[in-house]
């Protein structure tokens, strides 16, 4: 029996030829390198194409650059490798280890006191310990103290020898003998230095008032002047009436009226009394003034208490 090929068969018989031989036109016809990196190949129906590939030739790698990878068998510094398992197998067994060993809990020691999480230090500030014989070695915590050792006690004064225990040596030593009262017999008490120092101000003071009941016997009013010496370039107050001692260029008396001097003729040597401070003066007319004695002050006396 004979068959037809329809319109609509050829149609479709058309289109699978078409697409059969589109096929075949897209297939490598051949394929040739170029460098290490590139391979360029020809389809059937004459197109071209470019194929890139890696090259089989690795370097290190690194952050940036993929490569090859060092392996490192113990630890270093190195930044372009890797630990191996049995480095990593080490370093963890020797991590447990540690924590094995480790302290779980803080023990307090001498001088240590632990509250919750604050850990703080006790300083013991004893600087010696009193005993009545030496022992052997010092007791725990007073290695570094004095020991005293009593060697005689009469009420309040005893005394103490006292003793320091080297360490290296394994024994004591002595540094010298105490006493727990001083002996200030030989020194002055308090009220003794104020009878000492008033005697003085009494025997000064005496001798002040029988020089001058004696300077109040002597001959003419040239011979002594009671007043108020002082530099006279600095100015007489206005409210000043009095013999006045000139101390500065030339030993004058002058003879004040409310601030107004008027110079007293004096020949020779006289005495001049400042009452003022009660300082003596023997004065040279004309030529020098010499202070003789000088009173002991109300401050001076202060200054030593």
């Known amino acids: 029996m004979t068959k037809f090929l329809s319109l609509e068969g050829l149609t479709t018989l058309i289109a699978k030829l078409k697409s059969y031989f589109a096929a075949k036109g897209e297939a490598i016809k051949t394929i040739t390198g170029s460098g290490n990196k590139t391979l360029s190949f020809t389809r059937a129906d004459g197109t071209t194409g470019t194929i890139n590939y890696q090259d ?3 370097g290190t790698g690194n952050t940036g650059t993929a490569g090859l ?50 850990i703080s230090v006790q ?44 360490g290296s040596t394994d024994k004591w030593e002595q540094l010298g003998t105490i006493s727990s009262k001083m ?55 206005k409210s000043y009436s009095g013999y006045w001692l000139a101390t500065n260029d030339e030993p004058f008396v002058f003879k004040v009226t409310n601030g107004s001097p008027v110079p007293v003729a004096t020949i020779g040597t006289f005495l001049f009394n400042d009452t003022a401070t009660g300082d003596w003066y023997i004065v040279d007319t004309g030529k020098s003034t010499t202070k003789v004695q000088t009173s002991i002050t109300t401050a001076e006396i202060n200054a030593l208490f």
Do not use: C, M
Request: overall charge negative.
């Open 69 to 118: 990878t060092k392996l490192y068998t113990s630890l270093g510094t190195q930044t372009d490798g890797a630990p191996t398992n049995s480095l990593l197998n080490a370093q963890v067994s020797a991590i447990n280890t540690a924590i094995g060993k480790k302290q779980d809990k803080l023990t307090a020691g001498q001088g240590i006191k632990i509250a919750g999480s604050t």
């Open 183 to 237: 002996d200030l017999s030989d020194y002055s008490t308090t009220d003794q230095v104020k009878a000492l120092i008033k005697a003085e101000t009494d025997a000064r003071t005496a001798a002040d008032t029988a020089l001058g009941n004696r300077i109040a016997t002597l001959e003419g009013d040239e011979d002594v002047f009671v007043g108020t010496a002082g530099n006279a370039a600095d100015g007489i107050p």
């Open 123 to 166: 300083i013991d500030s004893t600087l010696f310990v009193v005993v009545t014989s030496l022992p052997d070695a010092p007791a725990s915590g007073n290695e570094g103290k004095i020991h005293l050792l009593q060697l005689t006690k009469t009420g309040t004064n005893n005394k103490y020898a006292e003793y320091v225990w080297r």
């Open 56 to 58: 089989t030739t690795y």
